[in-house]
C-alpha cells in the first residue's frame, strides 16, 4: 500500500521560506517519478513540481519556478520540496503525489502565508 507523508508546513510571513518534506513507503520510491501538488481553498488540485526517479531532471510550474525547487533523497525514501521568497497567494495545502494530478497522495500539510 502506497504511503505518502508530508510534514513542514505551518505559518510564515511573506518572503519567508520553508521546506516540505514526504516520508514514502509502501513501494519502491527510487523507481517513480514524484510530484508536488497543491491546493488552495476553493480551488481545484494544482501540479508544482516534479522530479525523476534518478533526482536528475526537474520541473517546476512557472507559478513558482525560481522559487521553490524539488528534491529527492532515494536512500532514505524521501521527496523534498525547498519554498523559498513565499507569496500570500502561496497560501495551500501542499501533498506529495505519485502522479501530476495529485490522485495518490497523501494526508498533506498546511501552508499559510500572512502577515
Known amino acids: 500500500e502506497v504511503q505518502l507523508v508530508e510534514s513542514g508546513g505551518g505559518l510564515v510571513q511573506p518572503g519567508g521560506s520553508l521546506r516540505l518534506s514526504c516520508a514514502a513507503s509502501g513501494f519502491t520510491f527510487g523507481s517513480y517519478v514524484m510530484n508536488w501538488v497543491r491546493q488552495a481553498p476553493g480551488k481545484g488540485p494544482e501540479w508544482i513540481a516534479s522530479i525523476n526517479s534518478g533526482g536528475t531532471t526537474t520541473h517546476h510550474a512557472a507559478s513558482v519556478k525560481g522559487r521553490f525547487t524539488i528534491s529527492r533523497d532515494n536512500a532514505k525514501n524521501t521527496l523534498y520540496l525547498q519554498m523559498n521568497s513565499l507569496k500570500t497567494a502561496d497560501t495551500a495545502v501542499y501533498y506529495c503525489?505519485?502522479?501530476?494530478?495529485?490522485?495518490?497522495r497523501g494526508q498533506g500539510t498546511q501552508v499559510t502565508v500572512s502577515s
Open positions: 503525489a505519485t502522479d501530476p494530478n495529485g490522485l495518490t
